[in-house]
């Protein structure tokens, strides 16, 4: 029995080890993968994503940078201009903003300015979310700001089988990508991650948990408050399903309106602040393209309309709960 | 010739006259060369003058002249290679003309027509060309300087021989961006030039308000780098001081700072409106005494190369050589408008076909 059950956890990974793979193995095919940030050199990354990685490719291809977000993101971006394909790590997303300049005003406009003569195939892999103690600054979702910034993709996946597929197909890409990796979950949940290479593509959403009275559609490290909910949901016998989005730019329109319109009632879940927000769009598109098959209001679950409290992230993330809640709200409507 | 950084006064090889004030055998410039660097000058001056024309007439929407700092670009930009990277800002137009782009091209850009290699997606800033290995700026004053880095930084990693080259003004060393990426370059040693156009404004604002320091080039020190002042109007000088860093950034011995001491004789832009901010009496001063056109011309006529004749005939050559540029501008067509959604990504996005259904039904193609 003692044997049985470390074979298989061996085959389960955390996201961190996803993630590591991903970076190893695209490094390994294509030798213009460069990876760089802040102590992600012989410290591994703060969270360790980039553990072993400057052994195996030394000091031109795995770059410690100095303290400076605008220096990561635009070097990036000559870099990507120049033929490379430059991995960026933020140490948080809280910090991205001393670079935000060159992600929306560079990176996202270079192929459209340049009328496609130059592009910018990089990726910005950064931590997101609540749920650690981190604090206004250790935790916040950010990302309405680049899903509105036409020019980035934009990836948030919620386990690590989908985080090392996402990475890779978002390395290959020939578009920025703004990687959101939800940090609550780096290492609270796993699942089977195979060896080998295999890329899930951006721009497909999942269908997480089928049910057929609600539609639940989210993202990233809300998928589990989700699951969550659902397990509680199940007990007064709504059936709720789960759509990831795990790409929210582009996002993918036809599995939203084929859950709405298998369910006919949705929550769109989100931990970032309400107003303005990316949920917002996603019931905004559903209320245009798919009214006819409502039958109760779009309710939105979402981060309350504050920054984010350190001592009182409890009562400010979005939770099983609440979720219920709102289910409720749109099923007895 | 020695070239030494941190001097108290610019760096020059000619007086205000155009007689040299150095020895002229170290610089290793042919005669034939002198004569190409003076149509250079010539030629970047009737561009801009042509191109500012047709803001005049309504038919652009903006233009950034490079008038009184033609030495500044030609001169740097004369010893890159055609494998260098160069970063320009809104005011770099001379120094892309000399590393390939064509003024028909050029006056397409300001047109917005489909002869941009930008097609018309950039206010008239430069269009950069991938061939070309220019990079065509955004409008965001100083974010050109850590994309540059980055190329540079690119550059040394494949242990290429290239260098990178970015233009910025003397405002831009106020925004974050000059300091990150000065020290980003000296970090790694990357094969970067920093050219700042020290024209001595930033729109109205003058060079003693935007820095507590006397020059620019000062600033290197604090990032472990060389940094030049060199006359920016002094074509020369400018050649001399730019060819020494690059061979220095191409040897691997890093990046350094020039800082190219001229002076703007037009607005800062066509919206701009320079008698409000200028003292009197300034630009005249600059534009008779200190022209890099006039004071390269008296150097090649006191070189016994250059005479009225030769003049003429240069001025009616160029003078006819934009007519034909500026006729196959305007011949070639506004982009058409379906094309307005292309290039956001390599392919559209599901959204962006939707929208495309949209302006089509909309302009009822
Ligand atoms: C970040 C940013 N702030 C302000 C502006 C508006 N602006 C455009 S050019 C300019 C002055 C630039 O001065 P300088 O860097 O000295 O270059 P110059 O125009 O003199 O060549 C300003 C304020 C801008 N384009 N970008």
């Known amino acids: ?333 | 010739m020695e070239i030494k950084p941190f001097t108290g006064q610019p760096i020059s090889v000619l007086a205000y006259d155009g007689s040299p004030v150095t020895n002229l055998d170290s610089l290793g410039i042919s005669k034939d060369e002198y004569l190409s660097i003076y149509r250079w000058l010539v030629l970047a001056r009737a561009v801009d003058d042509r191109g500012y024309i047709l803001v005049r007439q309504g038919r652009a929407g903006f233009y950034a002249q490079i008038a009184g700092q033609e030495a500044s670009q030609i001169g740097s930009a004369l010893p890159l290679t055609k494998d260098d990277w160069l970063y320009g800002d809104h005011r770099s137009q001379g120094s892309m003309l000399v590393k390939g782009l064509r003024a028909a091209e050029w006056f397409a850009h300001v047109l917005g027509r489909s002869l941009d290699p930008s097609q018309g997606r950039l206010m008239p800033h430069g269009p950069g060309r991938n061939d070309l290995h220019i990079v065509p700026p955004s409008s965001t004053v100083g974010n050109q300087i850590t994309e540059a880095v980055g190329t540079a930084m690119a550059q040394r990693i494949k242990k290429r021989k290239e260098i990178t080259i970015v233009y910025f003004g003397d405002g831009a060393t106020s925004e974050g961006d000059f300091h990150v990426g000065m020290n980003f370059a000296a970090v790694y040693g990357s094969p970067c030039i920093f050219f700042c156009q020290n024209n001595q404004y930033a729109i109205s604002v003058r060079l003693q308000e935007q820095t507590h320091t006397k020059t620019i080039a000062e600033k290197a020190k604090a990032y472990g780098m060389d940094g030049f002042l060199v006359d920016g109007n002094d074509v020369l000088a400018v050649y001399a001081v730019s060819k020494h860093c690059a061979d220095k950034a191409r040897s691997g011995n890093g990046p350094s700072l020039i800082e190219a001491y001229t002076y703007r004789y037009g607005p800062h832009s066509s919206a701009d409106d320079d008698t409000r901010y200028r003292p009197k009496g300034e630009l005249e001063m600059w534009r008779n005494e200190r022209d890099p056109v006039v004071r390269f011309r008296r150097f090649l006529e006191k070189q016994k190369l250059w005479n009225d004749d030769k003049e003429q005939k240069l001025l009616a050559e160029v003078k006819a050589e934009l007519a034909v540029a500026l006729e196959e501008a305007e011949k070639s067509p506004v982009p058409e408008p379906m094309t307005v959604l292309d290039h956001t990504y390599e392919k559209l996005t599901p959204h962006l076909e939707w929208e495309r259904k949209e302006l089509a039904a909309e302009l009822g193609v």
């Not at chain 1, 030394?58 to 990036?76: C, F, N, Q, S, Y």
Request: charged share 25%.
């Open chain 1, 1 to 333: 029995m003692a044997t049985a059950e470390v074979t298989k956890t061996q085959t389960q990974s955390t996201m961190v080890q996803a993630l590591r793979s991903a970076l190893l193995e695209e490094m390994e095919r294509d030798e213009n993968v460069v990876l760089l940030g802040e102590d992600i050199g012989p410290r591994g990354g703060v969270f360790l994503i980039t553990e072993g990685l400057i052994d195996r490719f030394g000091k031109d291809r795995v770059i410690d940078t100095p303290l400076a977000e605008a220096g990561i993101i635009g070097a990036a971006v000559g870099m990507a201009c120049y033929g490379l394909r430059p991995v960026a790590e933020i140490q948080f997303i809280d910090f991205i903003f001393p670079g935000f300049d060159l992600l929306v005003s560079e990176a996202a406009k270079m192929r459209y300015r340049s009328a496609g003569q130059f592009a910018c195939p990089m990726v910005v892999r950064s931590p997101y979310g609540g749920g650690v103690r981190g604090g206004g600054y250790h935790s916040q979702s950010p990302e309405a700001y680049f899903v509105a910034t036409p020019g980035l993709k934009v990836v948030a996946p919620s386990n690590p089988y989908d985080a090392k597929g996402l990475l890779i197909a978002s390395i290959r890409d020939n578009d920025p990508v703004v990687f959101m990796e939800p940090k609550k979950i780096y290492r609270a949940v796993k699942n089977e991650v195979p060896a080998g290479t295999y890329e899930i593509p951006i721009g497909k959403a999942a269908i997480t948990r089928e049910g057929k009275h609600v539609s639940v559609i989210t993202y990233g490290a809300m998928v589990h408050v989700a699951l969550e909910a659902a397990e509680i949901m199940q007990k007064e016998r709504v059936e709720v399903e789960i759509l990831d989005l795990r790409t929210l730019q582009p996002y993918d329109s036809e599995a939203i309106l084929e859950t709405v319109g298998k369910t006919g009632h949705v929550v769109v879940l989100q931990e970032a602040p309400r107003i303005g927000g990316f949920a917002g769009e996603i019931a905004a598109f559903i209320a245009e393209e798919a009214i006819g098959y409502l039958e109760g209001p779009i309710v939105r679950v979402a981060g309350w309309d504050t920054p984010f409290p350190y001592a009182l992230e409890k009562a400010y993330m979005p939770n099983a709960q609440r979720v219920c809640r709102a289910i409720k709200k749109s099923i007895n409507f």
